[in-house]
Each structure stands twice: as C-alpha cells, then as structure tokens.
C-alpha cells in the first residue's frame, strides 16, 4: 500500500479505509472506476479484496506474479488476489489457525475465476509431497466436471455457475495439499426443464451432443445431427398447448429464437471434461453410466402423453420404458415428468459431488492433516424484476453470510484494539440479525410458515401463504405486502408479491410457485416406476426444500464460524460482458448489494491506517533528523520521537503496543506529502534505493522468519507424532522423535559426564540406548581411571599397577586379601642399614626389595628368622650376615600360597636342580605385598597358586612335603604326627575394603 500511497493522485487509492470521504459512495466508485481504467481491478478494504471483472485475460497471473507475493506483507504491492491467498496460507501454516475465504457477488461478477485464482495459486505454489501431485489435479480438474453439470450459459454470464460451492483444501503439517471436500447448495433444478430466453440447459447436455463419441449416443440412443428435437434443449418459455384432437401436448417453442443449441467451445470443454473425468478417477462404466442419466433426462423430457378412451393419461416414448397410467390430467402428468427430470439430474449432481468427495479425500493418517483452506463460491444478493423462491433462498443465504462477517470483522477489530492495548470504541452498525430471524426463526418465521402451509390439510396455495405471512408478520419492520403498506409504498409492491427489507436494499418476493418449490414432491406411482427401473435408485420425497436449505447454511455457517475468515467481494462492471466498460448505475447498485459502504464505515469507525512501529518508522523516519537514516532505540520511541517531530496532535493518532493508529487519512497523506518534498533533498535516487533495499531486505527477513517459524513448527509436530508412537518400531513418524531422544540424551551425558569415579550420578538413558549407555558408563570411569593414573607420580603408577597385579592374583581367592587392599605397598620393608653391609657389598646396589620372613626347616619344620631380598636377577635368603639361598627367576617354578588368611609362601625350584635343598618354605607378615612383587620382578603373575587345604613342596632327593592348612580359633604352626605341617588359621571375617581403589581395581 505504501508504493499506493504515493502514486494515488493517478490510481486513487488502493485501500479505500483511505479515502478521505470514506462515507461518499460516489467517492468509492469513482475511486474503482479509476483504477478499473487502469486495469487495476483489485483494491483493498482493509483486509477485504474487491474484484472488479475486466472482462479480458490480464498478464496479472503468471508464475512470476504469484511468486511476488508469496511470502510478502498483505500491504507491501499492489492488492492482488494472491496476497490474499498468499496471507490465508501463510496463517495456515504459521498460526496452524484454518481459513475460508468467502466470494460474493452477482452473476458473471467472476467469483468461480477469483476461486479458481486462489486454487491455481496453492496448487502451484505449496509445496510437494510425493504423493500429493495427484491430489493437486484432482483438486484443479473437479472444477471442469462440476461446471460441465453445474453451470450453464445465462443472460448474464456465458459460464454460471447454478448451484452454491464451498470447497475445503486440506494441508499437510507441511503446507502441501492433500485432499479437498465439496458441498454443493441448491442447484438451479428448473433449468433442466426450461430455461428463459437466449440461455441453455447446463452444458453437459450440449458437450454430449456435440463431441459424445458415435457408438456411445448410439447406445443412449442419442442423435448429435438433430439436436433441436430434444424438448428440453429448446423449451425457452415453458408454455403447453394440447392439441384439442389428440390430447397430445405441443411444445411451444420458436426454434429461430432459440440460443445456439450447442457450440463450437462445447467440443473443446468435453475434451476437457473427459480427461478431468480420468483425472478424477471415473473409470469408463462410471462415465457411461452418468451420462445414460443425461440421456434419460433428454428422453424423458421428449415423452408424449395421450388420453385414452376412459380418460386415463398415457406416457409414451421412443425408449423402452414402461407404460404408465395414471389418474392425472395431462397438465398434471406433463409437471410429473418435469419434477421427475429434476429430481433425477439433482441426485445425479449429488452423486457426482460424493463421487469427486471421494476421491479428493486424503488417504493419509489424521495426523499429517494439518489444517484447511475452505472457498466458498456462492451466489450474492439477486434482485431481479421478478424474484421468486430461488432468490429468497439466496438472498437468505447472503444475510447469514452478512452476519458472519459483521460478527467477525467486528471481533477481530475488537481483538486487535484490546491486543494493541487501545480502548475500544463501540462502532455503529446495523445487525442483520432481525431479518435472519425473520426468515429463519422457529415457528415464528417465514421458512417455518412456508412449511406449515405445505404440510396442512385442506387448499393450501400460495395466496393462502401469501394471507398467513400477512397474518403473522404483519408489523414487523422488514417484512411488507402491498396489504399491509399504504401510499407510494403500496404501489411498488405487487397484490401477490411481500417485501423484505434486506440489509443490502428491498427485494420483492412473488409468492407463485414457492409452495410447490418448497415441496420439491414427485408423485409416488412416477418414482415407484424410476425404482423399479434404476436398481439402487432411490427417490425419496425432497420435501420442505427451504428448511433443508437452511438446515444445510446452518451447517456451513458452523464450518465458517470455525475458521478465520478473508473476503473477495466481486464487481460486474457492465452486462454487454465487455472489456474496459464501467457502467456506475450498475456498480453502484451492487456496492449496495454487497454492503461495501457498510463494511468501510465499520472498519473505519475507528482507525483509518495502522501500521506496525517499525514499517512505519522504516518509510518515514527520513523525516525527522533523530530517526535518519537509523534509530537505534526502541522501536516505540522512535515511533513517538517521528510524530512528534511531524506535529501529530493527539487526536489523530494512538501508539498500541507493536502498532501505530492513525484515525484520519488526511494526516498520512500530508506525512506522505512531506516525505515526497524531503526527496529531493536527501537525494531521490539514494532515498528510493533505501527504501527499495529496506523493503526488500524486510521481504527477504520475513521470508527467512516465515521459513524459521515453519521449520519449528514442523519440528514441534514430528516431536509430538514422535512422542505419541515413540512405543512402535522405529518408522518414519517417530523416527525424529527417536533420534532427536538420543541426541539429546548423549548431550545430557556429555555436559555432564562424572568428574570422579566416587560420582554415581548418571542419567537415565531411553529404552534403546540402556545397553549403550552401560558401555559408556564403564568406558567414562575407565578413562577416568586413565586420567587420573597418567596424571599421578610415576611411583604411585607403580603402586597401582602393582595393586592391579595383586588383585588379579588374590581377589576372590585368599582371605587375607581384603586387609592389604588399603594398605600401601611400600618400595622396601628393609631399609638398607637393616641389611648386614657384608651382604650387601657382595650384593651391590641390585637390590629392590627386602623384607623379614620365617623360613621353616623342609624336615622339622624349625622357624627360623631371614631376611629375603628381591634382586634384578633372582631372590636372596639372608640370614644376617650369610647368604644362605639364590634362587634365580629363571629357575623359579611357581610360587604357593593357601587360600586363608595366613603368610605362608612357598617357592618352587626344580627338584633336579643340585644347587638347591628343595623348596623353599616361608612365611611373611606382608605376603600379599611379598609375593605380588616377586611374581612381577620374577614375571610368574600367572605361576602363583593358591590352593584351599594343602600345599605339597618338594624336599631334596625327590622326597615330598606337605603344609595343611585348616581354620581354628587360634593360629598354630605345628609339626604333625604324619610329618605335615599345620597351619590352623582363625577364620576371617570378608570385610570389604573402603578404599575406592578396589572399585577402581575392581573394573
Ligand atoms: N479475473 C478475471 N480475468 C479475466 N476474465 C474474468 C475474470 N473474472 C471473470 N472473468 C470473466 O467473467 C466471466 C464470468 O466470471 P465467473 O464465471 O467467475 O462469474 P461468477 O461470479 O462465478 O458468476 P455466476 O454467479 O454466474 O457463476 C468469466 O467467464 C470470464 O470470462
Ligand atoms: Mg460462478
């Protein structure tokens, strides 16, 4: 709107909230006339889109426009149809909130193009899933099929649409299109019987004449050469004349007079029709059977009928059909036919609406449908010299649409003011409600009244309707008869016409006909024969059609209430169906009928502009020397600071919380004019580069922060689908949610991994990782372990790897174990003095441990105190001054020791060795300590044995000796009458050690 505002002296103004004289309905069509000159044929109301027809192809419709303005501000270009499209689907995708967006207008105003519009601009632009291009043609080719059976040629429009549509597009999470649903509203029945003059039965009659293959009308027992023969093609006036001789009725039909029966764009539409048909599903059988439907209409309306001797009335035809003789005059029997015609093309209408349902219904879970885009095409406000049922119902319908928008606009404004922070100022505006109620109300209004008349005994009519709805709406202020006005009024209302004063203007109603539209009936004997015919076939009576209308708007109204609504409202500017011609008597009459003033004045009842703080700041702020070229505060201040600086008095304007207000046009457009003076001065083309780089660095944020809001959004519902199947198997839907639990699981562990092995804390781990999580945990403490051993003083490595020795000899297997786990293992129990300095000198500096045992006699077992030396090369017993035994390593065997808690170490040396007594026999108070460091010095770690009763060692000259080993409850080591030795030891209690180094050792 900004690029509008300066441009607005050539193409008036693109929001008309800012025209000046915003109550002038002149100023508003002179307002649409100028820019329809200038082809701009939309313009906006606030957030409402008016339509003018240009009645010629604009190049206003590319791929190129459509990708202007995705992702842009509804206000930043020029109002199009795909901003408004643009700003439903991105509400859809970013506030999830869905959305209908509702054309009106009259007949050839172009509201089925506007929807077409829309629906071009989602299939082309949403994004694709794999298996939603085929829903995307299905959605665009049940427009073809539904006009071909729904639409026909009018006086007004070449292509009308005679029935209502509304349309739901169903998005994905996504934003892709992947399924749609129709309802269909009151389809324009009578025109399958007869059709006013210079118009056409609906097309599907004429495309199958013209371009239906020759077999196939050979078997509907159709002829293409001859269309004029079928009545129903060429009833322009329904008028009977029955010959007086034959009794058979003649249709009064002036062929010369008639519309063309079929045309040359018939033959490229059936083309059309058919592939949509192929598209959409309909196998050939399918198609066939649909069109026998057409067929039989076209039959059924060339049926004669005839009286017979007894007065009975026959039907004939050329198909087999059955006779049929009933109790009716031929008037009666020829309104029968009719009513039978319609009853079977509206079921077949119906039908053919299930049937596109059906295959637009999405086949996916109910969880990947997101959110829904609903059109509705529906007839506006029709006044025409003589309005009958059908406009009451769709002048009905657009009260109730009128009351929906006053609702919604009114709540919206209302919720934007109080979300702004601003005070709410009540609006005045005319509530349609008393005229809906008029209508609709329960016993009480017209439809209810309509039904009781069609429904009691005795000579109902329309007159004695017309007398009832005198009778009891007699006073009301929307309700007039020419009985019950009086002066000027009176003459303008016919003797069997009522008035209703509408919101949009006055409508008068001729009441003949509506009982019998109302009742919608076919005599029973004519529907029994059509099911006896058609398998399957079920014709039921209508009945009451204005109740089941407005049941049916209840439902839509429901549906509507339901989502967020947008507006196109659509202009004929002239009925010659021509290019460029604007013809104000007409637009002026139905800017009335679509209560367009109406909807300016509520929407400009309060504020005529608004505008976020910092588009506001960004257009203006060159005019005020603390905003340029930047302010760096708040937002608001800025804001303030600017229109301070421009003199806004206090009236014309209100700051709300992220927006500014500003009541008057009259004070933008002098703040414009001061902006275009300022130009010049801080140079145009500078200025024009900024704004344009400002607005398209903001188009390309908005993009980005759209993108950023849609990717958390998807984020948020795989995790919530995740979550929900987070049970299953891993499948796509829960895939992320899976995943993202790892991620966030191995996070959690990273930042907070133990930082000693005493720390037992440890997250829980999902059910797919718990054993990964066990291998980690033990992986965390062994490299803790690492850690803290590469960390620690060579000496204590030592120390560890020695205890890591000890406990992979002795853990579990001695008693005595437990006890020597705190302890440390010192580097010597002899500290050299200890030694005697005789030994030592034939010894040298080759000693690496010492330490005070009991050597015990291999015969007698005598104790006797030593010393043993651990040295590079093999251990010493030293007794004081005498060495008195070397064993090299190299001739060690293997070392014992009991699995009790007692010190005896036994070592073994070969028994053939002649430098050796035999085997040596020694207790020791540290023998953990000792004999650990002797199996590392003497590498026989996996040569120590441990044994649980005795331990049998070698005596000189192949004899054999035996230590026992037994618990008692006091230590004893004595010599036995067999010769063993025995040990008793007092039992030991497992205490555990509390050292953490058995659990480090332990690992
Ligand atoms: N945006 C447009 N660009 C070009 N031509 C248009 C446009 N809108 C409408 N028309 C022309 O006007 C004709 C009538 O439009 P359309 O069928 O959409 O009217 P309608 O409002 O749906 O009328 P009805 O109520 O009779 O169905 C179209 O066939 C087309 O020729
Ligand atoms: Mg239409």
Known sequence: MESGLSARDRVGVQDFLLLDNYTSEAAFIENLRRRYKENLIYTYIGSVLVSVNPYRELEIYSKQHMERYRGVNFYEISPHIYALADNSYRAVR???????????????????????????????????????????????????????????????????????????????????????????????????????????????????????????????????????????????????????????????????????????????????????????????????????????????????????????????????????????????????????????????????????????????????????????????????????????????????????????????????????????ETVEYFNNKIICDLVEEKFKGIIAILDEECLRPGDACDLTFLEKLEDRLGGH????????????????????EFRLLHYAGEVNYNINGFLDKNNDLLYRNLKEVIMMMIEGFTLLSCGQAATQFKLSLAKLMDILMSKQPSYIRCIKPNDAKQPGRFEEVLVRHQVKYLGLMENLRVRRAGFAYRRSFEAFLQRYKPLCPDTWPNWQGKLSD????????????????????????????????????????????????????????QSWWRGVKGRRRAKRRRQAADTIRNLIKGFILRNEPRCPDNEYFLDHVRF????????????????????RPPPSLTEASVHLHRLCIRNLVNDYCRKIQPEWRNQLEQKVVASGIFRGQKDNYPQSVPRLFVGTRLENEEINLKVRQTLGTDNKYGVVVTKY????????????????????????????????????????????????????????????????????????????????????????????????????????????????AELRVVKTKNGHLAVVRIIQSHTKPINHLDKILSL
């Open 638 to 693: 800025g804001v303030s600071t600017l229109v301070k600086h421009l003199d806004y008095k206090a009236e014309e304007y209100k700051l709300g919380r992220s927006k500014i207000f500003i009541r008057f046009p009259k004070t933008l457009f002098l703040t414009e004019d001061a902006l275009e003076l300022k130009k010049p001065t801080i140079g145009d083309a500078c200025l024009s580069a900024v704004i344009m780089i």
């Open 94 to 424: 970013t506030e999830r909130k869905d959305q209908c967006i509702l054309i009106s207008g009259e007949s050839g105003a172009g509201k089925t193009e506007a929807s077409k519009k829309v629906l071009q601009y989602y299939t082309t632009m949403c994004p694709t899933r794999n298996n939603t291009q085929s829903i995307r043609e299905r959605l665009l080719q049940s427009t073809p099929v539904l006009e071909a059976f729904g639409n026909a040629k009018t006086l007004r429009n070449d292509n009308s649409s005679r029935f209502g549509k509304y349309m739901d597009v169903q998005f994905d999470y996504k934003g892709a299109p992947i399924g749609g649903h129709i309802l269909n509203y009151l389809l324009e029945k009578s025109r399958v019987v007869h059709q006013n003059h210079g118009e056409r039965n609906f097309h599907i009659f004429y495309q199958l004449l013209e371009s239906g293959d020759g077999a196939l009308l050979k078997r509907l027992g159709l002829d293409r050469t001859n269309p004029q023969q079928y009545h129903y093609l060429v009833k322009v006036r329904p008028s009977l004349c029955v010959c007086a001789k034959s009794n058979i009725v003649i249709y009064s039909c002036n062929i010369g007079n008639c519309p063309r029966v079929s045309s040359i764009s018939d033959k490229n539409s059936w083309k059309v029709v058919s592939k949509a048909f192929t598209v959409i599903g309909f196998n050939e059988e399918e198609v066939e059977e649909l069109l026998k439907v057409v067929a039989s209409v076209l039959h059924l309306g060339n049926t004669q009928f005839g009286e017979d001797e007894y007065g009975e009335t026959h039907l004939t035809t050329e198909m087999p059909i059955k006779y049929m003789i009933g109790p009716l005059s031929l008037e009666q029997a020829v309104s029968a036919r009719d009513a039978l015609a319609k009853a079977i093309y509206g079921r077949t209408f119906t039908w053919l609406v299930q049937k596109i349902n059906q295959s637009l219904a999405f086949q996916v879970s109910a969880l990947k449908c997101s959110s829904v885009i609903g059109l509705l095409d529906i007839y506006g406000f029709e006044v025409f010299q003589n309005n009958s049922f059908e406009q009451f119902c769709i002048n009905y319908c657009n009260e109730k649409l009128q009351q929906l928008f006053i609702e919604l606009t009114l709540k919206s404004e209302q919720e934007e003011y109080e979300a702004e922070g601003i005070g709410w």
């Open 477 to 496: 202020a929307h309700f007039v008869t020419h009985k019950l006005a009086n002066g000027k009024i009176r003459k303008a209302v016919g003797r069997e």
């Open 744 to 763: 966030s699981f191995l996070m959690t562990i990273k930042r907070n991994l133990p930082k000693s092995v005493l720390d037992r804390t440890w997250p």
């Open 857 to 968: 006699d291999r015969h007698g077992f005598r104790a006797r105190p030593r010393q043993l030396l651990l040295m590079g090369s093999g251990v010493i017993l030293v007794q004081e001054s005498k060495i008195k035994q070397r064993i090299d390593y190299s001739s060690l065997l293997g070392i014992s020791v009991s699995s009790l808690s007692d010190g005896f170490f036994i070592l073994h040396v070969p028994p053939a060795d002649s430098k050796q007594k035999g085997d040596l026999v020694l207790q020791c108070d540290h023998v953990i300590e000792a004999v650990t460091k002797l199996a590392v010095m003497a590498d026989k770690i996996h040569s120590v044995n441990i044994s649980q009763d005795s331990i049998k060692f070698a005596i000189a000259r192949g004899k054999e000796g035996v230590i026992d080993f037994t618990y008692g």
